[in-house]
């Protein structure tokens, strides 16, 4: 929710003189990915890098099955804001496998972060293969309007918009803008809304 809304303060864990107590490693590994996740996205870069550089390596990671697209998907998401561009290139390979599944949490889908796709494309973006970017954003913008993930569809067509911009495409790009605008208003998507209006005035904004 707050990476379509805005994070609150809850998102970004505890404070650094009052580390969480986690335990279990791979509870450690959600406890710091988890708050990098939305330090990134709130433009908190150095406190999400400290966060990441703690979870240690992404190929070292011991996810189980049942977190692994999750955690995949996530530390991809930073690593993709950060412009660590190795670590976005193995994500990307991590992922291909399952490109045509969902980023789902929990035994009965506790939680839900788009489709993979929507994250490869981002990746494809970062890496600027834009041909692949574009192919696998409008798939999952598709995706997300078939299933009925409004919040994803407006944030698919933000990152297909940037992908046709730095294609030279500007009015392929101001129409999906303009098609997601209103629903971003309607579920008051705050930083969605200010990235279509930067895009809108022909900047890049975030990756």
Excluded: K
Excluded at 91 to 104: K, M, N, Q, S, T
């Amino acid at each position: 929710i707050g990476h379509h809304l805005g994070h609150g303060a809850a998102s970004f864990g505890p404070p650094d003189d009052h580390p969480l107590d986690v335990g279990e490693v791979r509870a450690a590994l959600f406890a710091r990915l988890g708050p990098a996740y939305a330090l990134a996205d709130s433009g908190r870069l150095a406190e999400a890098a400290h966060l990441y550089r703690l979870a240690g390596p992404p190929q070292d990671w011991d996810n189980p099955p049942y977190f692994t697209v999750q955690a995949l998907a996530v530390g991809a998401s930073v690593a993709v804001v950060l412009g660590l561009r190795s670590d976005v290139a193995w994500f990307r390979a991590a992922l291909g496998e399952h490109r045509f599944g969902h980023v789902v949490g929990g035994g009965g889908a506790a939680n839900y972060l788009g489709p993979v796709e929507l994250v490869l494309g981002r990746c494809a973006g970062a890496l600027d293969d834009l041909d692949a970017a574009a192919d696998l954003l409008a798939s999952a913008l598709a995706t997300c309007g078939r299933i009925g993930a409004p919040g994803f569809e407006v944030e698919a067509a933000c990152e297909l918009a940037a992908v046709r911009l730095r294609r030279h495409e500007p009015d392929a790009a101001r129409v999906l803008l303009a098609r997601a605008r209103p629903s971003a208003e309607r579920m008051r998507m705050t930083p969605w809304i200010r990235r279509i209006d930067v895009l809108l005035g022909g900047g890049a904004g975030p990756l």
